[in-house]
């Protein structure tokens, strides 16, 4: 009897995509970056206070998804932030735009090989802890995966990580600590929470806002979740922090205002720059 086992062929696949985008961006002069970090939608003004040595279009990198059309200028960056050697994702693929879960996750795996051993991450979101205000910041402590999938799902190569991920921690005990304290010394208000990721692109009706609230979460977003599963399965630490856009009170739930989701995250993204500026330079 036939049995057809193709795992292997699409991990060998992946491994040498990795290394091809691999060396495709050294080859354009990225060379030891010691930190990762992904901005999330409408969180990109962290670019501004770079030393930008490079920067590459995502669609010049071979195997890195197709640009969708809303994030058609994703960029990798790489440079110098708070003395650190950093690479940055400026602008993230989503799984509401018709990526897999594997393709979202596919730049992790590339920062992985390039030597990178921490990874942070931003993301705007909404509120469903009502004692969390918009245009405030939250450190994910823990999250909950409502994406119809997990990225590691598959036959699994102990190349790029182990079969069984321990997800006791997904983010570092000590980064946690450390952002608290920039936050402290900084008169930041900073709370402290659990994220979800929804697959959007719909925002949530008010049943989903209740049963979000329900299952333990304190925002609902509609990313990081992915990347921080495959960081984690590459062995890398992560500290991730939410920027709150708006509140989402299921007995009181309004209309969204894009004009005031854009201005809360801009008021909270100037702490996030602060707070990851001061986390690099600890790092």
């Not at 990798?76 to 708070?82: D, E, Q, T, V």
């Not at 009502?130 to 119809?148: G, V």
């Amino acid at each position: 009897m036939y049995v057809c086992k193709p795992y292997k062929i699409e991990f060998l696949t992946m491994i040498n995509e990795i290394r091809a985008a691999k060396e495709y961006v050294e080859n354009k002069g990225v060379g030891n970056p010691e930190i990762a970090i992904i901005l999330g939608t409408g969180l990109g003004l962290l670019v501004d206070e770079m030393d930008v040595e490079v920067s590459i279009s995502y669609a010049e990198i071979p195997y890195f998804p197709e640009a969708a059309g809303s994030f058609h200028n994703g960029r990798l960056i790489y440079g110098n932030l708070s003395g650190k050697k950093v690479l940055v994702m400026h602008g993230r693929f989503h799984y509401y735009e018709g990526y897999s879960l594997q393709h979202i996750t596919f730049p992790v795996r590339v920062m992985q090989a390039l030597g990178i051993k921490t990874l942070l991450v931003s993301n705007a979101c909404g509120t469903v802890n009502l004692d969390y205000k918009p245009a405030s910041l939250m450190i994910i402590d823990d999250h909950i995966n409502m994406l119809p999938g997990n990225p590691l799902i598959g036959s699994n190569d102990s190349k790029l990580g182990p079969r069984f991920v321990d997800m006791s921690e997904p983010y570092d005990r000590q980064l946690i600590e450390k952002m608290q304290d920039i936050a402290r010394k900084n008169k930041i208000s900073i709370n402290k929470g659990v994220y979800v990721a929804w697959t959007g692109p719909s925002l949530e009706t008010r049943a989903e806002y209740r049963f979000i609230k329900i299952m333990g979460a304190d925002v609902v977003g509609m990313s990081s979740v992915p990347e921080v599963i495959v960081a984690r399965h590459m062995g890398m630490k992560v500290a991730a922090v939410s920027v709150i856009t708006d509140s989402c009170n299921p007995d009181n739930l309004q209309p969204i205002d894009i004009d005031d989701i854009l201005n809360n995250a801009a008021i909270a993204e100037r702490d996030l720059i602060i707070i990851f500026k001061e986390l690099v330079r600890q790092i």
